[in-house]
């Protein structure tokens, strides 16, 4: 096993930043911390770097109690959101600074700087600095001089939160393929949902210090283990036990439930069919690739539900028409205040 976090509690004061949390990362896995900010993932993150000391539980890393190792003893490759790169020496010269500081014979520097070049799709760009690249081109750099030494674990502290939307995407894909290529073993820190369930083999989802649910992306989305993850992950419609919109028409909630709704799995009729709802098209909101339809029920509570451009097209609808909706499937959890 790659990792093993066995009770790990950490304590500031009053605050309990990561509580009782025990989990395993596969060696070679890719592996996300996803949550919000505040939920213990970073502090996390920074226990098994050996940047912070549990108050009690023991870390192992490649099957050694690495609890009160040094950070230096750990093997570890670290990425943090802002590279951290050395701004008067050139992108070689960052790559090279840690194979150097352990006295790695020249001509292997520089064989294992090209290589990394190559891998991290940064070949010719060698003799640049820092401030001549973009902040994807500086990402790739850390990246790479992070894996320079051949790390046994490489740990990713929201290494994309900095750039663009685009340019976030287009590394999401360099870091599965790098993984792919490299199979370190990779725990990623991250709040981004859809960067999570991209690039990672499974999620550990967190929440005011504690592990929510661990799965693959399906998992958590198809078979949210809690009304957080439901909620985190994805859109979702919240509503009270009283909504008409059931997929079952015999499904009987009581009052301290509420009913958590997919906004694809709506689904929009424009004359009553069997266990439908009425409802009045309140905004419609064109994204290119989606339709989001803004519905309010006969109670008031507002739903949202999302259509496919042919979808749309075929059911011809307008602002203020009044349409029928139901459900397709939902889940039911105990009554649950957003956080």
């Given at each position: 096993?790659?990792?093993?976090?066995?009770?790990?509690?950490?304590?500031?004061?009053?605050?309990?930043?990561?509580?009782?949390?025990?989990?395993?990362?596969?060696?070679?896995?890719?592996?996300?911390?996803?949550?919000?900010?505040?939920?213990?993932?970073?502090?996390?993150?920074?226990?098994?770097?050996?940047?912070?000391?549990?108050?009690?539980?023991?870390?192992?890393?490649?099957?050694?109690?690495?609890?009160?190792?040094?950070?230096?003893?750990?093997?570890?490759?670290?990425?943090?959101?802002?590279?951290?790169?050395?701004?008067?020496?050139?992108?070689?010269?960052?790559?090279?600074?840690?194979?150097?500081?352990?006295?790695?014979?020249?001509?292997?520097?520089?064989?294992?700087?090209?290589?990394?070049?190559?891998?991290?799709?940064?070949?010719?760009?060698?003799?640049?600095?820092?401030?001549?690249?973009?902040?994807?081109?500086?990402?790739?750099?850390?990246?790479?001089?992070?894996?320079?030494?051949?790390?046994?674990?490489?740990?990713?502290?929201?290494?994309?939160?900095?750039?663009?939307?685009?340019?976030?995407?287009?590394?999401?894909?360099?870091?599965?393929?790098?993984?792919?290529?490299?199979?370190?073993?990779?725990?990623?820190?991250?709040?981004?949902?859809?960067?999570?369930?991209?690039?990672?083999?499974?999620?550990?989802?967190?929440?005011?210090?504690?592990?929510?649910?661990?799965?693959?992306?399906?998992?958590?989305?198809?078979?949210?283990?809690?009304?957080?993850?439901?909620?985190?992950?994805?859109?979702?419609?919240?509503?009270?036990?009283?909504?008409?919109?059931?997929?079952?028409?015999?499904?009987?909630?009581?009052?301290?439930?509420?009913?958590?709704?997919?906004?694809?799995?709506?689904?929009?009729?424009?004359?009553?069919?069997?266990?439908?709802?009425?409802?009045?098209?309140?905004?419609?909101?064109n994204l290119g690739w989606e339709i989001r339809v803004e519905l309010?029920?006969?109670?008031?509570?507002?739903?949202?539900?999302?259509?496919?451009?042919?979808?749309?097209?075929?059911l011809n609808i307008r602002e203020e028409q009044r349409v029928y909706?139901?459900?397709?499937?939902?889940?039911?959890?105990?009554?649950?205040?957003?956080?």
């Amino acid at each position: 096993m790659g990792i093993v976090v066995e009770n790990i509690t950490k304590q500031y004061g009053s605050f309990r930043a990561v509580d009782n949390v025990s989990l395993e990362v596969k060696t070679g896995s890719l592996v996300a911390l996803l949550g919000p900010s505040g939920s213990g993932k970073s502090t996390l993150l920074r226990m098994i770097a050996g940047l912070e000391t549990p108050d009690s539980g023991e870390i192992w890393l490649i099957g050694e109690n690495a609890t009160y190792k040094s950070v230096q003893d750990r093997h570890i490759g670290f990425v943090f959101q802002h590279y951290a790169l050395f701004k008067h020496l050139t992108v070689r010269q960052n790559i090279a600074f840690p194979l150097e500081i352990r006295k790695v014979p020249k001509a292997k520097i520089q064989g294992r700087v090209e290589e990394l070049l190559e891998l991290v799709q940064l070949r010719g760009l060698g003799d640049r600095y820092p401030s001549q690249l973009s902040g994807g081109q500086r990402q790739r750099v850390a990246l790479a001089r992070s894996l320079a030494v051949q790390p046994s674990i490489l740990l990713l502290d929201e290494p994309f939160g900095a750039l663009d939307a685009k340019v976030r995407k287009e590394l999401r894909a360099g870091l599965r393929k790098l993984h792919e290529d490299v199979h370190v073993t990779t725990v990623l820190v991250t709040h981004d949902q859809e960067e999570a369930m991209e690039v990672a083999d499974q999620i550990v989802v967190m929440n005011h210090g504690r592990v929510e649910q661990i799965g693959s992306s399906a998992e958590i989305y198809d078979q949210p283990a809690s009304p957080f993850v439901m909620s985190f992950i994805g859109p979702v419609n919240v509503l009270p036990s009283n909504t008409g919109i059931l997929p079952d028409s015999d499904l009987t909630l009581r009052t301290n439930e509420q009913v958590f709704l997919r906004p694809h799995d709506i689904l929009i009729h424009t004359s009553p069919a069997e266990d439908t709802a009425p409802a009045k098209v309140y905004r419609i909101i064109n994204l290119g690739w989606e339709i989001r339809v803004e519905l309010v029920l006969k109670s008031g509570e507002t739903v949202t539900a999302f259509l496919s451009r042919e979808q749309f097209s075929k059911l011809n609808i307008r602002e203020e028409q009044r349409v029928y909706i139901k459900s397709k499937q939902a889940k039911v959890f105990p009554t649950y205040a957003m956080s």
